[in-house]
């Protein structure tokens, strides 16, 4: 934690004299501890200030490290607290994550000459490339994600509610290790399954229909993300070339992994080989994204995108095809960006069909 503290002070602007973090995940990252109010990062000379609610207080004195945890009492006012010790400390250039639009005039009415600067951006340039540790943690997530994938593919069959499959599959994971769901487990079978977060209902699923499964995984806070797409029975001709057009464009897309590519190309690659089949319009999402702390994170892997991969990345790989009223297709794995290329943390088979 002092480490990244550390670093996070070597990113400051030329001007920049402070920095506020209130997003939960950031403070996470910064202390160990995520059920804080308010995080006051001074520059080298001062020391940092960790405002913890009552409920909280003496969770975050045990856990949170390298900081001043201050207590924020019942009825009292954090931002208040936090603008005394702003005013103490005599900064005048403060950089944050993220402000409600609210709490961003009150703190501007109360400090009055210190400037707020967003600047979000330096943490996820730090937050994006995991360490040893980081690593390690998300392999285990992607681990307890595959073998819940793995519990879906025992399980699954013609005549299972939707929700009845999630269930099957969170129950293992947790059985097995896991502190969660790194978001709601979405199980969309049918014309469901061309909605591509489309959750998970009461509908029962039937010979013929494509079963879409994505699910993740949280271990010590560490996220994973994994998706397959299989037919219940035979496939149609052109169901087989839907499923067959994703899972090429999957593969296409983690061959350009690599330290140095820009994302746009990796997207590039899944994108014109679908459209090349005709299925074009009905991709509609951006072949991946960052994840770690949060299921959604830089960097993102869209053809927009600016961002360039470095090893220690993690990210997503899920190209996918949706087709409104007959279903859609999602394959999609958890990968991990190396200096001579990327490995697939998430090792679930592909199976065309079950």
Request: hydrophobic share 35%.
């Amino acid at each position: 934690m002092a480490d990244r503290i550390r670093a996070l002070r070597n990113l400051f602007s030329p001007q920049m004299d402070g920095y506020i973090i209130v997003n939960d995940k950031n403070m996470l990252y910064f202390t160990g501890f995520s059920g804080g109010s308010r995080l006051l990062i001074p520059p080298s000379r001062g020391e940092v200030t960790f405002f913890v609610n009552s409920v909280n207080y003496e969770a975050a004195k045990e856990k949170a490290k390298n900081v001043n945890v201050e207590l924020v009492n019942i009825g009292e006012d954090a931002d208040r607290k936090l603008t005394e010790e702003i005013s103490r400390l005599k900064l005048r250039h403060i950089g944050f994550d993220v402000l409600r639009a609210s709490t961003y005039i009150k703190l501007k009415e109360q400090l009055k000459e210190a400037k707020l600067e967003p600047a979000e951006e330096i943490v996820w340039s730090l937050r994006k490339v995991k360490n040893q540790e980081e690593v390690a943690l998300a392999k285990k997530a992607a681990e307890l994600t595959s073998r819940g994938m793995n519990k879906a593919f025992e399980v699954v069959a013609a005549g299972m509610k939707e929700r009845e499959v999630a269930a099957e599959i969170e129950c293992e994971m947790r059985r097995l290790g896991s502190d969660g769901v790194a978001f709601e487990t979405i199980v969309g079978s049918g014309p469901n399954s061309a909605f591509p977060h489309g959750g998970c209902g009461d509908r029962k699923i039937e010979r013929g229909d494509f079963v879409t499964i994505d699910v993740g995984a949280k271990y010590r806070d560490y996220c994973a993300d994994l998706t397959r797409t299989f037919i219940i029975g035979e496939p149609s001709p052109r169901c087989a070339e839907i499923y067959e057009t994703v899972r090429e464009a999957q593969e296409l897309a983690f061959n350009q992994i690599g330290v140095g590519v820009e994302t746009k190309k990796v997207d590039g690659a899944a994108r014109e080989y679908i459209e090349k089949k005709g299925y074009g319009k009905y991709f509609v999402h951006s072949v991946g994204h960052g994840v770690g702390l949060d299921i959604h994170e830089p960097p993102t892997l869209g053809p927009s995108s600016k961002d360039v991969l470095s090893s220690g990345n993690i990210v997503t790989v899920e190209p996918g095809i949706y087709v409104p009223k007959l279903g859609g297709v999602r394959i999609e794995d958890t990968v991990l960006v190396l200096e001579d290329g990327a490995k697939k943390l998430t090792e679930a088979p592909i199976p065309h069909s079950l």
